[in-house]
C-alpha cells in the first residue's frame, strides 16, 4: 500500500482527465496542498477510450467560453509539460441535411459570432471542398469551425496529471476512496485501505462512479452509465491527413481522421444504459461486448454520407460506458448537502472538450469560494434530489446519450422517466387538454389544446402548432381572466425571533414591513451578483413565505440555509409539496374570485402587494395580490388537499365570464411583454440589481444594509457598462428565443438573454443584455439613440429598443 499523508487541504477523487485537470488547475491557483487519489491507474474510468473531439461551441456562452478555454489550453500544455498531447488543430464541419437541420445550425453559427468563435457556413460544395469523401446529393449546407481539433485523451490527462506534479500536486494510483468523512457540518476527509486522509475539499471526479462517490457523502450526483460506440476503419487508401471533425447529426454519426483510418462513432437515439446495479468494482480500462445489431442501422447512415467506407475493412469494433445525466449537462460545483464537497463528473461523452475549463473555473471556485461566473447551466444545484432515483436514470439515460446530436427544437421535451412529479391538479389539467413540459421533474401544463385534438408537441423553428392556442389564453389573461397551475414553484417558510433580522441580511430589499405585505427581492452575493429573484410574504412578525422559481429550488433553499448565522433564532423548511398555488390573472379575476369570497377584495382593503388568508369555496387560502403576467390578479396559495375543490369551484364560477386555462408559454410573453425577468436566462450570479434593471427593488438605506451592498455602491458611483433591455423585432416572421446577436450601428453589443412572441404588442420580443464599447458607461440615451438589428439564423432583422415594458409601462393595470 502507497504511504499517504495524513493531511491535505484538497483530497480529489478520480484520476481521469477531468480529477487531473482540476489537480492541474489548482496548482495554477497556487493551491499545490493536493492530493489527488485514482483506485486503479490514470484513465481507466472513461478517459483511456475518448474519441478526443475538441469542439468549442457549446449551448451557452459561458460554456461556450470554457470549450474555448479547453482548446487554448491543449494547444499549449506540450510546449509547457513536455509531454505530448496529440492535440491538432484540424477544424471541424457540421453537415445539415433538412432544411430545419440547416436552420439549428445558422442559429449555432450566429450564437457562436457573440460567442467569439470563428465560424463559416458553407455550401454543400464548399464542404466537400473540406471533406472529399463526403456524399452531397441531399445536403442543404453546412457550417465550417476553423478552431476546433482533436486530441490524444491519454496523453493529454499524462501531461495535466505532468504539470500538477510539478506544481508539487501528490498523485497516488492504487487507492480507492472508500468513506467521506464529516465534521461539524461540513467534510472533514477521506477513508481508504492505505489509511484515513483529513481534508479540508473533498472533489468527486470519480466519472460514472461519482453517484456512488457521492453517496458515500450523502450527496445527490444523478449520472447514470450507457454504452457508447465507435468503429475505426483498416486504412483507407487515399484519405487526406488531418481531415477536419465531420458531423453529420442527421445520420447521428461523428467522423474523425486517424492515422490513415477513419474512427466513426454515434450519438443514437435510444442508448443502452450499463450497470444499473452500480459499476463493477473490478472495472477498469472496461471495454464492452460489442453490439452489432445495435450499431448496423447507424453503421448504414454513417456509410451513405461517407460512401468509401463501404468498402473498408473494420479494424475495431468499440464499446465503452460513459456516464449521462438526466438533462444532458455536467455537474459542477459544491454539493448543497456538504460544504467542502465539491463534484465535477457526469459528462456525457464531452469530457475530454470540457474537462480544461470545467477544471479551471472548478478550481477557481474552491480557492475563491465561489465560480468566477454564472455556471448555472452545469450547476449542481439545479438537480432535485429525486434525480438520484436510478430507475429514473435509468430510464432517462435511454434518451440523454442521443441528444447531443438530436434537433435542438425550441421547447423540446423529454419523451422518457415522466410523470415524476405531478401537481394536485394534474389529472384535472390534462382532462382539459393540457400539454405538459417539464421542469426538475414537475410536469407543467405549457398549452391547452382545442378539445378533440391531440395534446402533442410539433416542433419547428417557426410557429409550433400551439402558437395560436396560447395566444387565446394570453388575450384572456390580458382582456378577461386566466387561470394558471403554478404549483411548481418553491416555497420555503423562515421562522423565528431571529427571521427578519435573517432575512434582511441577504435580501437587497426592506423585507422587516408590516404583516401581510408582499416583498419583491433578489439575494445578492458579496460581489453584488444576484443569486435568486424571489417574493418574499410576512405571514407573521417572526415568519415569512419565501417564493421561487421551481428550477432553482434546492439552490434557493441550501442559499437561505446557509445564510442562517450559528445560534440565530430561525428555522427554514421546504413546504414546496406542502401547497398548490393558482395563478388567477387579467381585469375580471377580481371580480369571479369575489363570487366565492366573503373577503373585501377592494383595491384600498386589499391592495398590490397585500397577502391575505381568505375563505374560498370550503377552503382558507392564502391569496397574494402580486402578479408574473401584469395584470390585476391574485396567487392563490392552497394546501394541496384543498387544491381539487378550489379550481373546481374556481372553473364553475369562471364559466361565466371566460375563465380560460393557460399554460407556461402564454406566462412566458405576458411577462416578456411587462419586461420581468427571469433568473437564470436574464440574470444571473453575475449580473447586478443596477446591469439588470432593478434598482427600483434595492432599499439602499435600510438600517442594516444587506450583502452586497458594498459592491453596489461602487458600482453605482462609477455607474454600469452594460444593461438589460426590451427588444421587439420589425418583421413577424422569425421568432426570437434566446442568445441572439444585437447589434447596435453594426456592431455587436449584446445577445438575446429570452424571448417570446408577444401577442398583444404583435411581435416577436425578447430581452436583451447590451454592453457598450470602451470605457464610458451605459446610459439610457446610448441604448435609445442607436439603430438596432438582431440576428437570427445569420439574417439581420430591424428591431426597436426600450427601457421600459413595451406593455403598460407605468404599471397601471397591476394596481387598478
Ligand atoms: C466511446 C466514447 C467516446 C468518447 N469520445 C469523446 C470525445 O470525442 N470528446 C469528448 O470530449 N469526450 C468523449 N468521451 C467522453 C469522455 O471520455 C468522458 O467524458 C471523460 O473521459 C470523463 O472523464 P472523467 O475524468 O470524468 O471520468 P473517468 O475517466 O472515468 O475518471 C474517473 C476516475 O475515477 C476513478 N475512481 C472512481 N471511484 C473512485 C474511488 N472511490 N476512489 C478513487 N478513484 C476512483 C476511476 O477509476 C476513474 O479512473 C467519449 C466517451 C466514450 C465512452
Known amino acids: 500500500m502507497p504511504s499517504l499523508p495524513s493531511h491535505a487541504h484538497v483530497v480529489i477523487v478520480g484520476g481521469g482527465i477531468v480529477g487531473c485537470s482540476v489537480a492541474y488547475h489548482l496548482a495554477k491557483r497556487g493551491c499545490t496542498d493536493v492530493l489527488l487519489l485514482e483506485r486503479r491507474q490514470l484513465t481507466c474510468g472513461t478517459t483511456w477510450h475518448a474519441a478526443g473531439l475538441v469542439g468549442q461551441l457549446r449551448a451557452t456562452h459561458n460554456l461556450t467560453r470554457l470549450a474555448q478555454y479547453t482548446t487554448a489550453l491543449y494547444e499549449g500544455l506540450e510546449r509547457e509539460t513536455g509531454q505530448a498531447t496529440g492535440f491538432r488543430q484540424v477544424g471541424s464541419v457540421a453537415v445539415a441535411a433538412s432544411a430545419a437541420r440547416f436552420e439549428e445550425l445558422k442559429r449555432g453559427a450566429s450564437m457562436a459570432r457573440v460567442f467569439g468563435v470563428e465560424v463559416q457556413i458553407l455550401s454543400p460544395h464548399e464542404a466537400r471542398e473540406r471533406w472529399p469523401l463526403l456524399a452531397i446529393d441531399d445536403l442543404v449546407g453546412a457550417v465550417y469551425l476553423p478552431k476546433d481539433g482533436r486530441t490524444n485523451p491519454v496523453d493529454t490527462t499524462q501531461a495535466l496529471a505532468r504539470g500538477a506534479r510539478a506544481a ?122 460489442p453490439d452489432l445489431a445495435h450499431i448496423e442501422p447507424l453503421f448504414a447512415d ?26 444532458d449537462r455536467y455537474l459542477l460545483g459544491e454539493a448543497p448537502e456538504l460544504p467542502g464537497f465539491y463534484v465535477a463528473a457526469g459528462f456525457n461523452s464531452i469530457g475530454i472538450q470540457s474537462a480544461g475549463g470545467a477544471g479551471k473555473v472548478l478550481a477557481d471556485w474552491i480557492v475563491d469560494g465561489h465560480p468566477p461566473f454564472d455556471l448555472w447551466d452545469v450547476d ?44 394536485a391538479l394534474h389529472d384535472r389539467l390534462a382532462a382539459a387538454g393540457a400539454c405538459f413540459g417539464e421542469v426538475a421533474g414537475f410536469e407543467r401544463a405549457n398549452w391547452f389544446a382545442a378539445p378533440g385534438t391531440e395534446a402533442r408537441y410539433e416542433y419547428s423553428y417557426g410557429r409550433q402548432n400551439w402558437f395560436e392556442l396560447s395566444a387565446a389564453e394570453h388575450r384572456a389573461v390580458r382582456e378577461s381572466v386566466g387561470l394558471f397551475d403554478q404549483s411548481s414553484f418553491s416555497k420555503f417558510v423562515l421562522k423565528g425571533r431571529d427571521a427578519a433580522a435573517v432575512l434582511g441580511r441577504i435580501s437587497a430589499n426592506e423585507v422587516d414591513v408590516a404583516v401581510g405585505r408582499i416583498v419583491y427581492t433578489q439575494w445578492l452575493n458579496a460581489r453584488g451578483g444576484i443569486e435568486a429573484d424571489l417574493t418574499v410574504t410576512r405571514e407573521a412578525e417572526d415568519s415569512y413565505l419565501i417564493v421561487g422559481a421551481c428550477a432553482t429550488q434546492t439552490r434557493d433553499f441550501n442559499y437561505l440555509c446557509r ?57 382558507r387560502v392564502r391569496a397574494s395580490r402580486i402578479t408574473y403576467v401584469g395584470e390585476l390578479g391574485y396567487e392563490l396559495y392552497i394546501p394541496a388537499e384543498f387544491a381539487p375543490g378550489v379550481y373546481d369551484a374556481l372553473v ?57 451592498r458594498e459592491a453596489l455602491l461602487r458600482q453605482r458611483e462609477t455607474g454600469v457598462r452594460r444593461r438589460l433591455a426590451a ?11 434566446h442568445n441572439e446577436p444585437i447589434w447596435r450601428d453594426g456592431v455587436l453589443v449584446g445577445k438575446v438573454t429570452s424571448g417570446m412572441f408577444g401577442h398583444t404588442i404583435g411581435a416577436a420580443l425578447g430581452l436583451g443584455c447590451v454592453a457598450r464599447p470602451g470605457d464610458e458607461p451605459i446610459t439610457s440615451e446610448w441604448i435609445g439613440s442607436g439603430r438596432y438589428e438582431i440576428e437570427v439564423a445569420a439574417e439581420r432583422v430591424p428591431a426597436r429598443v426600450s427601457l421600459r415594458p413595451f406593455y403598460d409601462p407605468s404599471g397601471e393595470r397591476v394596481k387598478r
Open 168 to 289: 508539487g500536486v501528490r498523485i497516488v494510483e492504487g487507492v480507492k476512496v472508500t468513506a467521506i468523512h464529516q465534521a461539524a457540518g461540513r467534510v472533514s476527509g477521506v477513508a481508504t485501505a492505505a489509511g484515513d486522509v483529513r481534508a479540508d475539499v473533498v472533489v468527486n471526479c470519480a466519472g460514472m462512479w461519482g453517484r456512488e462517490v457521492g453517496a458515500l457523502a450523502g450527496v445527490s450526483v444523478p449520472l447514470h452509465a450507457a454504452e457508447h460506440f465507435y468503429i475505426v476503419t483498416e486504412p483507407i487508401a487515399g484519405l487526406p491527413a488531418d481531415l477536419p471533425i465531420l458531423r453529420d447529426a442527421d445520420a447521428r454519426s461523428y467522423f474523425k481522421e486517424d492515422t490513415g483510418k477513419l474512427l466513426v462513432g454515434w450519438f443514437e437515439p435510444r442508448a443502452k444504459p450499463w450497470a444499473e446495479d452500480g459499476i463493477p468494482e473490478d472495472s477498469a480500462f472496461e471495454q464492452l461486448p
Open 302 to 327: 454513417a456509410m451513405r454520407r461517407v460512401p468509401a467506407l463501404e468498402a473498408a475493412g473494420v479494424q475495431v469494433f468499440f464499446n465503452g460506458p460513459e456516464s449521462f445525466t438526466p438533462d
Open 380 to 423: 449542481i444545484r439545479r438537480c432535485a434530489p429525486f434525480q438520484r432515483n436510478r430507475r429514473y436514470l435509468r430510464d432517462r439515460t435511454v434518451e440523454s446519450l442521443g441528444l447531443l446530436y438530436a434537433m435542438h427544437w425550441p421547447f423540446r421535451q423529454p419523451q422518457t422517466a415522466r410523470g415524476v412529479r405531478r401537481s
Open 563 to 619: 445564510a442562517i448565522p450559528a445560534g440565530a433564532a430561525a428555522v427554514a423548511f421546504d413546504v414546496s409539496s406542502a401547497y398548490a398555488v393558482l395563478g388567477l390573472m387579467g381585469p375580471d379575476s377580481r371580480a369571479l374570485l369575489a363570487q366565492l369570497t366573503d373577503a373585501d377584495l377592494s383595491s384600498s382593503a386589499f391592495p398590490f402587494g397585500s397577502s391575505r388568508i381568505i375563505d374560498l369555496g370550503y377552503a
Open 652 to 708: 364553475a364560477a369562471g364559466a361565466a365570464c371566460g375563465l380560460r386555462l393557460a399554460g407556461y408559454h402564454a406566462l412566458n410573453s405576458l411577462r416578456i411583454e411587462k419586461g420581468y425577468r427571469h433568473w437564470g436566462h436574464d440574470i444571473s450570479d453575475e449580473d447586478t440589481p443596477l446591469e439588470a434593471g432593478l434598482g427600483f427593488a434595492v432599499a439602499w438605506d435600510k438600517p442594516h444594509g444587506f450583502l452586497g
Open 727 to 737: 427588444f421587439a423585432l420589425e418583421s413577424s416572421v422569425p421568432l426570437l428565443y
